[in-house]
């Protein structure tokens, strides 16, 4: 089988976890290869072709832009089959829905990664009057799954929900001189109790200022937790002022894009999640597999993933205060929060494991050949 897989973007949980899939999939199964909008970066490293679709030499504008792009596919598709094509972002699905419609695919597969929180009524009325044209539309989780049915009136037959998974990872790092190396890097001292979040601060969803608001009611009851916060955007000073607003600049650490995050994470007591929408959060399914308990906010498919008073806790979204209280108790009970890391690592062996994962989407792939 051939799948064309057609992206708007290769960063992101939703990008991270496509390179991922193709790096755990049995090259026999299946070939693939990747077409972006965006270019990608050294940071990525691509297991398969990928080509980066070239700009539209005039105006970026919309409807210009777009058409351009439609275009520029239908070209590429009469003279090379797509095999299947398999569409993320919603430009992508409408290209590939036009695409179907005038016979260039022939089988066409869309994924689902959110809850749609940044689609209004123009998207959700294209996506309507298109919804007989994919085959299969994949949802990583039940919570995204119930929003596609409903606002986008596809037939429960054709949604398919497989959940998002993750490359199992190495056993913790012993060198106790390497983590205490980068302890001190990131000022933390040997008493001080890490609570962290990797996130993406220029989407606004992912409640990056909640978390800062957060901390106040940590410290309070917790005096040596310090905090970091991992990850690059835009509204870095704005986070930086509010936290010298409230009086806790001098602990929280802003450590910028980490290709070490998997170290990071090591040395977490407690990883947070703040956000306002969530599809299923690759962030959560990393700091588990690290062993890290987890406070997580009641959105999209988090749920699905930490379970209260086993593996984590689930506070409401928007409520620094009762976050800061979730972390607190996970800081407080030592003993059973390390408990409850390991439930979280065994957990994300047995049910998300990046190999079965691909198998699932071979088994969708072979349905529709």
């Known amino acids: 089988m051939r799948v064309t897989y057609l992206v708007s973007d290769l960063g992101g949980g939703a990008g991270h976890h496509l390179l991922d899939l193709l790096r755990s999939r049995d090259p026999g199964l299946w070939d693939a290869q990747v077409l972006s909008e965006v270019a990608s970066t050294s940071r990525m490293s691509l297991p398969v072709p990928h080509e980066h679709l070239p700009e539209p030499t005039g105006t970026r504008s919309y409807p210009l832009r777009q058409i351009f792009r439609y275009r520029q596919l239908a070209a590429r598709f009469r003279q090379s089959d797509p095999g299947i094509l ?20 022939a089988r066409l597969v869309e994924n689902r990664d959110d809850l749609g929180f940044n689609w209004g009524r123009h998207e959700y009325a294209w996506l309507a009057a298109t919804r007989h044209l994919p085959d299969r539309v994949i949802c990583v989780c039940e919570a995204v799954r119930a929003v596609v049915v409903e606002r986008e009136g596809l037939s429960e037959g054709k949604v398919r929900v497989i959940r998002n998974g993750i490359i199992p990872g190495s056993a913790r790092h012993d060198d106790a ?30 409640g990056a200022a909640d978390f800062v608001e957060m901390i106040p009611h940590v410290v309070r009851r917790v005096p040596t937790a310090r905090f970091l916060l991992v990850g690059e955007g835009r509204s870095t000073p704005a986070l930086r002022a509010r936290a010298q607003e409230l009086g806790v600049a001098e602990r929280l650490s802003f450590t910028g894009f980490r290709a070490d995050v998997e170290r990071i994470y090591e040395l977490m007591d407690a990883s947070v999640l703040t956000s306002h929408s969530e599809g299923l959060s690759i962030t959560i399914l990393e700091s588990m597999r690290a062993g890290v308990p987890v406070v997580a906010t009641d959105v999209g498919g988090n749920r699905e993933l930490v379970l209260p008073g086993k593996t984590g806790l689930i506070v409401p979204p928007r409520r620094p205060d009762l976050a800061g209280s979730a972390v607190a108790e996970l800081l407080l009970h030592p003993a059973r929060s390390r408990g409850w890391g390991r439930e979280a690592q065994a957990r994300v062996r047995r049910s998300f494991d990046m190999r079965t994962v691909a198998a699932a989407y071979g088994s969708l792939y072979r349905e529709l050949t």
Request: no cysteine; aromatic share 12%.
């Open 86 to 105: 398999h569409t993320y972002f919603f430009w992508s699905v409408l290209y590939g829905r036009l695409l179907k419609a005038r016979g260039l695919v």
């Open 177 to 206: 001189a390497a983590r205490q190396s980068l302890r001190s890097e990131l000022g933390l001292g040997p008493a001080d109790r890490v609570v962290g979040m990797v996130a993406n601060f220029d989407r606004p969803v992912k």
